[in-house]
């Protein structure tokens, strides 16, 4: 059963795949959403599910991030902002977006990471490459080079983690 109580028998196999991809956390989901683009490689229908992983991920409590917020712009929400909106607009892997208005009157979009998510991609990154390692050892394996790959998602997630990248791309 999920969280909810509801049996997850009477779910479709996608659905069950995407759910456990959501419980083993964000670098599991990030897997699913690249895994979403790829119709040719899982099938239609799975890439279909995989896809409510690019914005359709649990938010993080609104207390916590109004917290982060303030700690990270060192100043209280209300003097940031004439308004802030708490729930987010869309919540993924990484973080989540938030709709604000400065004092300024111009609206904005506020991107939060995830508290502590950095650390959780890490540790997820070393299960990643501990299991690359073993599959390498597998001959149908082989081919697709289980430890290089994995270590291409570790650089592009660790890039993606870094927002002043983002922010640099902006200006």
Same mark, same amino acid.
């Given at each position: 059963?999920?969280?909810?109580?509801?049996? %997850? $028998?009477? %779910?479709?196999? &996608?659905?069950?795949?995407?759910?456990?991809?959501? &419980?083993?956390?964000?670098?599991?989901?990030?897997?699913?959403?690249?895994?979403?683009?790829?119709?040719?490689?899982?099938?239609?229908?799975?890439?279909?599910?995989?896809?409510?992983?690019?914005?359709?991920?649990? $938010?993080?409590?609104?207390?916590?991030?109004?917290?982060?917020?303030?700690?990270?712009?060192?100043?209280?929400?209300?003097?940031?902002?004439?308004?802030?909106?708490?729930?987010?607009?869309?919540?993924?892997?990484?973080?989540?977006?938030?709709?604000?208005?400065?004092?300024?009157?111009?609206?904005?979009?506020?991107?939060?990471?995830?508290?502590?998510?950095?650390?959780?991609?890490?540790?997820?990154?070393?299960?990643?490459?501990?299991?690359?390692?073993?599959?390498?050892?597998?001959?149908?394996?082989?081919?697709?080079?289980?430890?290089?790959?994995?270590?291409?998602?570790?650089?592009?997630?660790?890039? &993606? %983690?870094?927002?002043?990248?983002?922010?640099?791309?902006?200006?």
């Amino acid at each position: 059963k999920d969280r909810d109580g509801q049996l %997850l $028998a009477n %779910l479709s196999r &996608e659905t069950r795949i995407r759910l456990a991809l959501v &419980e083993l956390g964000p670098t599991f989901i990030k897997l699913g959403q690249i895994l979403s683009t790829r119709p040719d490689i899982v099938g239609v229908p799975f890439a279909h599910e995989l896809a409510r992983l690019q914005c359709d991920v649990e $938010a993080t409590d609104p207390k916590k991030i109004r917290k982060l917020v303030e700690s990270e712009l060192g100043q209280p929400i209300e003097d940031l902002f004439d308004a802030f909106e708490e729930k987010p607009l869309a919540s993924a892997s990484i973080g989540q977006v938030h709709r604000a208005r400065l004092k300024t009157g111009e609206a904005v979009v506020l991107k939060v990471q995830h508290p502590d998510i950095e650390r959780k991609v890490r540790v997820d990154l070393d299960i990643f490459a501990g299991l690359a390692q073993l599959a390498e050892k597998i001959p149908e394996f082989m081919n697709y080079r289980p430890r290089a790959t994995a270590a291409e998602f570790q650089r592009t997630l660790l890039r &993606e %983690l870094d927002f002043s990248r983002e922010e640099r791309n902006l200006l």
